[in-house]
């Protein structure tokens, strides 16, 4: 059964900290891996996606992938309030849908 | 260009009532997913569609469920009759193969379903 573990949190940050959010899956087969953003009562938006092992950046957010420990990680710099979110990840095998997290809320103060 | 369109946004039933979810993915996207999210379950997928054909509905919670793809560009989600356990936000997403190996998913806004 392909699982995604995530901590429900709330993780909370103030303003300008780094936000760390972590996943770990089960299927070592999984070969891409997603972070989805949900703002309260909206819908999930894709912010990342990583397909290799190692670090991808995007502006303040940075993708982590570490394969042979089945882990990604998230790193969000100087939080904002607008980041405080619902953080879903979300694993896929190759011909396969994708499998989510429950997700984890962060909330960054002011 | 214009997103997922869902239809209504909030829909309010009484148990025992026919609901019927509406669901126009993005134009272009052979991929259309139909998923429920609830607080204790999370985000679960549905069923999903290729090019019009269901590939796979394991997810469907049981008969009372169902779900149509007449065209590319519209899909149903039936439920008859509605139970309260049916209360959710369900949510359709579409992608295509064209714009990468790896199917990232477009998410409609959603239509919340209330069943008293």
């Known amino acids: 059964?392909?699982?995604v573990e995530q901590n429900s949190g709330p993780l909370s940050v103030p303003e300008g900290?780094?936000?760390?959010l972590n996943c770990t899956y089960s299927d070592r087969g999984s070969q891409s891996f997603f972070w989805y953003r949900q703002y309260s009562g909206k819908s999930p938006e894709l912010i990342m996606s990583i397909y290799s092992n190692g670090d991808k950046e995007d502006g303040r957010f940075t993708a982590q992938l570490n394969k042979a420990s089945q882990y990604v990680s998230l790193l969000i710099r100087d939080s904002q309030p607008s980041d405080s979110a619902t953080y879903l990840c979300a694993v896929k095998l190759?011909?396969?849908?994708?499998?989510?997290?429950?997700g984890t809320m962060l909330l960054v103060s002011p | 260009d214009a997103g997922v369109i869902q239809s209504p946004r909030h829909e309010v039933t009484e148990m025992g009532q026919e609901v019927t979810l509406r669901c126009k993915?993005?134009?272009?996207?052979?991929?259309?997913?139909w998923y429920r999210q609830t607080m204790m379950r999370g985000l679960?997928?549905?069923?999903?569609?290729?090019?019009n054909v269901p590939i796979d509905d394991s997810g469907m919670p049981e008969d009372r469920f169902?779900?149509?793809?007449?065209?590319?560009?519209f899909s149903t989600l039936k439920i008859q009759p509605s139970e309260p356990r049916d209360s959710a936000v369900y949510?359709?997403?579409?992608s295509s193969t064209g714009t990468s190996a790896y199917n990232e998913q477009f998410f409609g806004p959603g239509t919340r379903l209330t069943v008293l």
Not at chain 2, 66 to 73: G, R
């Open chain 1, 94 to 102: 190759r011909y396969s849908t994708l499998t989510f997290g429950k």
């Open chain 2, 66 to 73: 169902s779900a149509k793809m007449p065209n590319a560009s």
């Open chain 2, 91 to 94: 949510f359709c997403a579409s």
């Open chain 1, 17 to 20: 900290a780094i936000a760390s």
């Open chain 2, 44 to 51: 679960e997928l549905l069923i999903y569609f290729n090019n």
């Open chain 1, 1 to 3: 059964q392909k699982e």
């Open chain 2, 25 to 33: 993915p993005i134009s272009g996207h052979d991929y259309l997913f």
